[in-house]
């Protein structure tokens, strides 16, 4: 009886840890799980992805009880959040520079509440959101999200992974990766509303009889439009440049989890 409950104790607490990883994984990043999916969702798929990953994961004999049970559990989450990092950068990105474009066009007074944020946001956010999230899949990124969550118990074993400078630099290059893809982005479209405010500041001018506001504002949502649609192939472009580092991305991050 001893035997069995001992057996019982080592395969729960790598249940738990390996449900932990996952759920730093599926909490956090917006195509798998995110603040968009009901709670019973994510848990379902959670707990399916735990049931499918925990034989193949590796656990340490663990000696010091509950309390040392708890920090493992919070270690095996940030190994999550730092997976989950990765793809929720590539969709800050879109909503960023939708963002600027939104408020460029003036749907800065008009922003609804985004839940994959949970924060408001402007519709054109939104919208590129959606786009990107359909170029995402139809890319194969989920696979690869999911197939870096899976080899994670292979290349850091539970209770050995570690911080270290490779991950700091992997953080500051992805954050600095997020600005410059959103101006990359929105720049064309805010460069179009730039030229259409200067020559609506040069009509004012020629001629101050006509009320330029009651045209500014539809020529800017008109402008604005026929910029983002002209600019989704620069979307997609990117959404599948970002998609194709991923996997590389991703083999860094192990990589520097792991002490030498």
């Known amino acids: 009886m001893a035997a069995t409950i001992a057996i019982d104790a080592a395969v729960a607490e790598r249940f738990a840890l390996v449900l932990a990883r996952v759920a730093g994984v599926v909490g ?74 939104g408020i460029q066009m003036g749907f800065a007074a008009v922003s609804q509440f985004d839940p ?18 359909l170029l995402f899949f ?31 630099t992997l953080i500051v290059t992805v954050t600095a990766g997020v600005l410059v893809a959103a101006i990359s982005v929105a720049a064309p479209v805010i460069a179009a509303m730039l030229l259409t405010n200067l020559g609506l500041g040069i009509l004012a001018r020629t001629l101050p009889q006509m009320n330029v506001f009651m045209v500014a504002f539809p020529l800017q949502i008109t402008v604005g439009l026929l910029g983002v649609g002209l600019t989704l192939p620069l979307l997609t472009w990117w959404m599948g440049h970002g998609v194709g580092e991923l996997r590389d991305q991703f083999g860094y991050l192990l990589r520097h989890l792991v002490a030498f």
């Open 28 to 101: 956090l990043a917006p195509v798998l799980g995110g603040g968009n999916v009901p709670r019973v969702v994510k848990a379902g798929l959670a707990l399916s992805m735990t049931l499918l990953l925990a034989p193949r994961a590796v656990l340490p004999t663990l000696s010091g009880g509950l309390p040392e049970l708890a920090v493992a559990i919070g270690g095996e989450v940030l190994v999550g959040a730092l997976v989950a990092f990765v793809i929720v950068a590539l969709f800050a990105a879109v909503q960023l520079a939708g963002q600027e474009i």
């Open 138 to 168: 139809a890319l194969d990124g989920h696979h690869r999200a999911i197939e870096a969550l899976a080899v994670s118990f292979s290349r850091v074993p539970l209770l050995e992974a570690q911080l270290s400078g490779g991950v700091m």
């Open 116 to 133: 994959t944020s949970q924060s408001s946001s402007v519709v054109v956010a939104q919208f590129q959101f959606i786009v990107a999230t």
